[in-house]
């Protein structure tokens, strides 16, 4: 279950791993008062990790092979915050409990066509050695069905190839990274379901363009 406090809603805390969402009102593309903000609460972190996120299904691990430009990130290592920033695409948290292993993806429209969530479990069965049945998918706040209109070419598209998740011109990204979740084997899967477009606590481009951005987190302990 969430847990909430000011501008923050923990999602996921154990004795080895802790994932949360933040969305302090000074929150933008910039990542330092991110950091600056969750440091003094998360002690333990000693890093926070951002992509340049590129709307693809890159992933890349956190070694000496990191590459920036990517949509997911996946390590082992203690204390190093792997961040991800949105204003409505899904953000995506994995959490390997039996191989303490912790992935988090950025998931728009097109990372979900592309199943960025597949690729990360690939990555981190190669890596970590990890089964699906071993995986917790947390999706954190993202836009909700009702507020996602889409037309023209990505409607044609979203018509031939992902009907069961369009409701006329209303595309449910949570429910086909349900779906993609499921077909992978992973059972355990907790929905924040909150909506950046409905919820004024969070920030939402389709809504206003803003250039503020949620920060979505998760972490293992040492």
Not at 170 to 176: C, V
Not at 180 to 202: H, S, V
Request: charged share 25%; proline share 2%.
């Amino acid at each position: 279950m969430a847990t909430n406090r000011q501008d923050y809603i923990t999602l996921l805390e154990n004795d080895f791993a802790k994932a949360f969402v933040a969305f302090d009102q000074d929150y933008n593309i910039f990542r330092a008062k991110i950091c600056n903000n969750i440091f003094p609460w998360e002690n333990s972190i000693k890093k926070c990790v951002f992509l340049n996120q590129i709307h693809s299904n890159i992933i890349t691990h956190y070694n000496k092979d990191f590459h920036f430009n990517a949509d997911g990130i996946m390590s082992n290592e203690k204390n190093v915050a792997l961040c991800i920033l949105s204003a409505d695409c899904l953000p995506l948290l994995l959490y390997d409990d039996k191989n303490k292993a912790v992935a988090a993806l950025h998931s728009g429209r097109k990372g979900c066509f592309e199943n960025i969530l597949k690729e990360a479990v690939l990555k981190m069965q190669e890596s970590f050695n990890t089964q699906t049945k071993n995986l917790k998918l947390i999706i954190s706040a993202g836009i909700c069905a009702k507020n996602y209109e889409i037309n023209g070419e990505i409607l044609n598209y979203s018509k031939e190839n992902f009907v069961p998740f369009l409701h006329e011109n209303k595309l449910d990204l949570k429910a086909l990274i349900k779906f993609q979740a499921k077909e992978l084997g992973i059972k355990d899967i907790f929905d924040i379901n909150l909506c950046t477009f409905d919820d004024e606590r969070f920030f939402s481009y389709r809504k206003n363009q803003t250039p503020k951005r949620i920060v979505s987190v998760i972490y293992l302990k040492d």
